[in-house]
Nanobody, 124 residues
Framework: QVQLVESGGGLVQAGGSLRLSCAAS????????MSWFRQAPGKEREFVAA????????YYADSVKGRFTISRDNAKNTVYLQMNKLKPEDTAVYYC?????????????????WGQGTHVTVSS
């Protein structure tokens, strides 16, 4: 089992920045690919960003490319999502997720573990 706990959400004005963190415990964190997903009110969950076990491969949704950066610190069992130039349409609950292989990374159904989510609200 892997337990994931997100933090760092909040209210920010458009154009501002936030950094989300996802702390993992349980099985060896460095064995897992990690991703961020989000779900806006009334919308389906969508993929945001992913990072492989070593941190040298990342992948982003087109909607966040150039504004968001995913990173990880395996020594701290933590994955981060740095969000810059935030827009009102980034408002959502953000979830981190883990899976054992870096494949089909945009498909939420393929993930083994999920956090409880952290709310991000971007005001215009």
């Amino acid at each position: 089992q892997v337990q994931l706990v997100e933090s760092g959400g909040g209210l920010v004005q458009a154009g501002g920045s936030l950094r989300l963190s996802c702390a993992a415990s349980g099985r060896t964190f460095s064995n897992y690919a990690m991703s961020w997903f989000r779900q806006a009110p009334g919308k389906e969950r969508e993929f945001v960003a992913a990072i492989n076990w070593s941190g040298d491969i990342t992948y982003y949704a087109d909607s966040v490319k150039g504004r968001f950066t995913i990173s990880r610190d395996n020594a701290k069992n933590t994955v981060y999502l740095q969000m810059n130039k935030l827009k009102p349409e980034d408002t959502a609950v953000y979830y981190c997720a883990a899976r054992s292989i870096f494949r089909d990374i945009t498909l939420g159904r393929e993930y083994d573990y999920w956090g409880q989510g952290t709310h991000v609200t971007v005001s215009s």
